[in-house]
Antibody
């Protein structure tokens, strides 16, 4: 069965960077896109961007342009999301989410989420 | 960006009664090339990631109870829970995948009256 297992919770200071990983299993990793979506405490869902199946193309939400980098390692079936210049407003649960092989933006499976806390 | 607006923000429904959630997009998410509406409904329970209920506006995900149904086209969509069960208490989100950025509604919290 499809599984997306994310790395554990992180606590970071303002100005620092964080890298969250998402290890996929149960499907052909190189055939699907991966999205990242975040959710601030008690708030809704916010799309951050996506990386294509081969890893050579990314699309980022304008809000995160210049601060976010998404990469993927086919050898370990893992996708990474790095967010830099962290501020308190970046405190949120970060989710990876797989997209359908035929439609790159049709999200079908989600990771369990990773809480990132930004605090001095 | 396509803005997704849900209504109401919350609703309380008696067990066994119908719950209806609306979602309106600021522009059409209906593709003329394949006549499909690029809209998904998610359910999120506390402490859990979202779960797909409905995609293509009306296609129920495998394993989702048939009391959940989606309807609508173009810019106006509805998620209906025909007979609310205790396990349906959650926040429900609509999401468009017609164009980037992917955008979500603000969520609708469903509770038991």
């Amino acid at each position: 069965q499809v599984q997306l297992v994310q790395s554990g919770a992180e606590v970071k200071k303002p100005g620092a960077s964080v890298r969250v990983s998402c290890k996929a299993s149960g499907y052909t990793f190189s055939s699907y896109c991966m999205h990242w979506v975040r959710q601030a405490p008690g708030q809704g869902l916010e799309w951050m961007g996506m990386i294509n199946p081969s890893g050579d193309s990314t699309t980022y939400a304008q809000k995160f342009q210049g601060r976010v980098t998404m990469t993927r390692d086919t050898s370990t079936s893992t996708v990474y999301m790095e967010l830099s210049s962290l501020r308190s407003e970046d405190t949120a649960v970060y989710y990876c989410a797989r997209a359908d092989s035929g439609y790159f933006y049709l999200i079908d499976y989600w990771g369990q989420g990773t809480l990132v806390t930004v605090s001095s | 960006d396509i803005v997704m607006t849900q209504s109401p923000d919350s609703l309380a429904v008696s067990l066994g009664e119908r719950a209806t959630i609306n979602c309106k997009s600021s522009q059409s998410v209906l593709s003329s090339s394949n006549n499909k509406n690029y809209l998904t409904w998610f359910q999120q329970k506390p402490g859990q990631p979202p779960k797909v209920l409905i995609y293509w506006a009306s296609t129920r995900e495998s394993g989702v109870p048939d009391r959940f149904s989606g309807s609508g086209s173009g810019t106006d969509f509805t998620l209906t829970i025909s007979s609310l069960q205790a396990e349906d208490v959650a926040v429900y989100y609509c999401q468009q995948y017609y164009s980037t950025p992917v955008t979500f509604g603000q969520g609708t919290k469903v509770e038991i009256k």
